[in-house]
């Protein structure tokens, strides 16, 4: 497992800002991954135990990249199953606390790993549900004094035998003293006080703006023991996602088409150092890309069938990038 990432050059002034996205909406309920019934946390039978692990690894190994996510997910498991051990033979075996913060630029695969360290928990018996609940700042912060608390104390409730993830969680400390943000993080540290064990906060957001919101509460550094990094796919990373995320959807892509997809990659990385969204900007062009497919089929073929192999293919015609790499020679 990586160590905690040092800040880059402090703030993060020189980046360009980005807009919170809203998950949830006062109207709506918070986003819920796959409950299970409400039953007791149990630890599970060892043998049980090492099936559940093989099954989470099993999904670990699809993911391109993460080792050090990797890791740290065979690290818990190894702990949980020594803790049974120990237990057994009459030792002390005291409840680990796994709140996490997660430091990363967009698309670098942080939410997918909640939602996998939400499964593997379950499984393992340290939380009782194992669902994941996504929010981000609207959905902690209220309009008038006292709101905050409360609707940070329900979210927390509703978290309770799983994961409440905060997305872009340093956007909480951007408001200073009067903003209600700070009482939010208040409410959320009072709350990992008081119930202990019960659920499991995991912060996520940019590097430095994370290291930057862990400042603003003494309290909040030594409550989060797990603290990993994100890094930035590279291009043949990204490649291999493309491929793998065509294939899901039963398309291939051409050699010439994952050319010009590499070329793009390698200039849009240049070009937006901080607001590249990795994997996410990977799917946004796979689906544009089966977007334009079936636009030139339907105008090729009309009614008839092109066929089973040409309806699966994206040709290089199909990905409508921009052409950064072109205007700079010799990228490859």
């Known amino acids: 497992m990586q160590g905690r990432a040092m800040a880059g050059s402090g703030r993060s002034d020189e980046r360009p800002s980005r807009q919170i ?5 006062n109207s709506e309920p918070p986003v819920i991954s796959q409950p299970v019934p409400d039953t007791e946390a149990a630890p599970a039978p060892a043998e049980k135990q090492q ?9 670990l ?59 593997l928990f379950q499984k393992m018996g340290v939380l009782s549900k194992g669902h994941l609940i996504e929010a981000e700042r609207a959905d902690l912060v209220g309009e008038y004094i006292g709101h905050t608390a409360q609707k940070t104390r329900d979210l927390v409730k509703k978290a309770m035998g799983g994961i409440l993830f905060i997305d872009e969680a340093y956007s909480l400390a951007r408001g200073g003293e009067k903003d209600f943000g700070k009482e939010a993080i208040d409410t959320l540290v009072k709350a990992m006080e008081d119930h202990k064990n019960q659920f499991i906060l995991i912060l996520a957001g940019y590097s430095d703006e994370m290291e930057f919101f862990l400042e603003t509460n003494p309290g909040l550094p030594s409550r989060f023991p797990i603290q ?83 309806l699966m293919t994206l040709r290089t015609e199909d990905l409508k990038v921009d052409s950064k790499a072109e205007k700079k020679p010799g990228i490859l």
């Open 61 to 119: 190994e699809q993911l391109v990249g993460l080792d050090n996510i990797k890791t740290l997910v065979y690290e818990i498991f190894a702990l949980l199953q020594v803790a049974r051990l120990r237990s057994d033979a009459g030792l002390l075996s005291e409840a680990q606390v796994f709140h996490m913060v997660f430091r990363g630029n967009p698309g670098t695969g942080k939410t997918t790993v909640a939602r996998i360290v939400a499964k």
């Open 228 to 310: 990993i990094d994100f890094p930035d796919y590279s291009v043949d990373q990204l490649i291999q996602i493309s491929e793998m995320m065509a294939k899901e959807r039963d398309y291939i892509l051409m050699p010439q088409a994952i050319l010009k997809l590499k070329q793009h990659l390698m200039a849009e990385k240049l070009e937006s150092e901080y607001a590249f969204s990795n994997a996410r900007y990977v799917r946004n062009v796979i689906e544009r890309s089966i977007r334009q497919q079936a636009v030139r089929l339907l105008n090729q073929y009309g009614g008839s069938s092109p066929g089973k192999l040409e």
């Open 21 to 25: 996205n809203v998950i949830l909406r």
């Open 51 to 59: 099936g559940a692990f093989m099954e989470i690894r099993k999904e």
